[in-house]
């Protein structure tokens, strides 16, 4: 069994929880409301601010171009493709994307950031493939999940969420390129560092279903 093989079985009671999420079933069922919608938008649009300046900083402890380029080109993913699926939940929930950019981070969504943000300033480029993987291998999961699940066609509101997640058959995409890189990783990091890894990874996958919760119940700070 390969290093992220391990990872996926010790996450699955995660992975199915977070399948079975009433935000991500009511993706499904198309059954949110307007301001579940806003709220998740308004947080992911600083989450993925985050993740572009991680993606920054493991360039800066990549040795070859090869890396830097993979990295970079993932940069532009965030930048210029993964605005679609924000832009779909949009639409359905009749506002503007750009009236929902640069918001304060609500409780969740600070955890989460911090959470990658010390891994990325403390860790090896291993820990930080580790910290980052649960982000696209999760969404990748729920795109096949909901496709399977729903059979979308094109009057289905989240149907261009849905087919921008979910995988083709025989893609070579992120999460693959993130688990083969991390699986060479793990091939020469010690003991310690592996759990390093393992401990970075599942706290990801937890703070990915918090993310759904947290959307879901629109979560605020305490005192307002
Ligand atoms: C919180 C979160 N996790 C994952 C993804 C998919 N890149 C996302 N957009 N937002």
Not at 66 to 94: R, Y
Not at 109 to 115: D, G, I, P
Not at 120 to 145: H, R
Request: charged content about 20%; proline content about 5%; overall charge negative.
């Amino acid at each position: 069994m390969t290093f992220t093989e391990e990872l996926r079985r010790e996450a699955d009671p995660i992975f199915q929880a977070i399948f079975t999420h009433p935000f991500v079933q009511g993706i499904g069922n198309g059954s949110l409301q307007s301001e579940q919608l806003i709220h998740y938008v308004k947080q992911d649009f600083e989450y993925l601010n985050t993740f572009i300046q991680i993606y920054g900083q493991a360039i800066h402890q990549c040795d070859n171009r090869k890396d830097m380029g993979m990295f970079n080109e993932q940069i532009s993913f965030i930048l210029n493709s993964e605005i679609h699926p924000h832009n779909n939940f949009c639409e359905v929930a009749g506002v503007q994307y750009e009236d929902l950019q640069y918001e304060p981070l609500a409780p969740t969504a600070h955890h989460y950031t911090r959470h990658m943000l010390d891994v990325a300033q403390n860790g090896s480029l291993g820990e930080i493939l580790a910290v980052l993987l649960p982000c696209p291998w999760t969404y990748n999961e729920i795109g096949d999940y909901l496709k399977s699940e729903s059979q979308p066609n094109k009057s289905h509101p989240f149907y261009e969420w849905i087919n921008f997640y979910s995988r083709e058959e025989g893609d070579m995409n992120v999460t693959e390129d993130f688990r083969a890189r991390l699986d060479a990783y793990a091939k020469t990091a010690s003991a310690p560092e592996k759990e390093q890894m393992k401990d970075h990874f599942i706290k990801s996958c937890q703070l990915e279903y918090s993310f759904w919760e947290m959307s879901y119940n629109q979560e605020k700070w305490p005192v307002l």
